[in-house]
């Protein structure tokens, strides 16, 4: 079982949806959560931190849920130029950052 | 500039062949991470520095890789004798410092294709 899961998708969805990725991780000894965005042939950008009440970044809603080991992402009226990778990234005591592999969106007009 | 910078910014090599990839923090950061990422692939972390200090070596995947950091500053990642399957993105980010609520911040990468 890999230690970051995400669903590589592609989400399709048109302009102004509202759409939620998951991601689940192993190791319950997890100290931090991110959520990076990723355009194609890019480098990686932090997108938001997660923190454990729950945060929101404008239009972005993270969650963590440590109970079950899965983080979320909620993009609300969703844009053109969300149109990306958006990877999934837990901070372990090993310190080092595991990145899920990914989820595509894909945003249609 | 201030971000994270990496050169080259593509390398094509043929196989067997030694390559050296560079990477220069953002001024300040004593953190540096080194990952790859194959086409289509997550990424994959090999190496981190605190300082000039690398304590987890294990995630590089053999012992053809090697990496060093002088000064504080710039690092290296060393590929030897490279194979085809070291084709990827090598990747370099870094933070002001290591710990677990610290960002990092990613340079354009390595695109390195072994022939």
């Known amino acids: 079982r890999k230690e970051v899961e995400q669903d590589p998708g592609p989400f399709n969805v048109p302009e102004g949806a509202t759409v939620a990725f998951n991601c689940t991780y192993s190791n319950s000894a997890s100290q931090s959560f991110f959520w990076y965005r990723q355009d194609c042939r890019k480098e990686p950008k932090l997108l938001m931190s997660?923190?454990?009440s729950g945060n929101e970044d404008g239009r972005f809603t993270a969650q963590l849920n440590r109970a079950s080991q899965y983080i979320s992402l909620l993009i609300r009226d969703s844009k053109l130029s969300d149109s990306a990778t958006y990877l999934c990234v837990v901070y372990n005591a090993g310190n080092m950052l595991t990145f899920g592999g990914g989820t595509r969106l894909m945003v249609k007009p | 500039g201030a971000g994270v910078s990496q050169s080259p910014s593509n390398k094509v090599t043929e196989k067997g062949k030694d390559v050296e990839l560079r990477c220069d923090p953002i001024s300040g950061h004593t953190a540096l991470y080194w990952y790859r990422q194959s086409l289509g692939q997550g990424l994959e972390f090999l190496i981190y520095f605190q300082g000039n200090s690398a304590p987890d070596k294990s995630g590089l995947p053999s012992d053809r890789f090697s990496a060093e950091r002088t000064g504080g500053s710039v690092s290296t990642l060393t590929i030897q004798r490279t194979q085809q399957e070291d084709s990827a993105v090598y990747l370099c980010a870094s933070s002001l410092v290591q710990g677990s609520n610290q960002p990092q911040h990613f340079g354009d990468g390595t695109r390195l294709s072994i022939l």
């Open positions: 997660v923190y454990s």
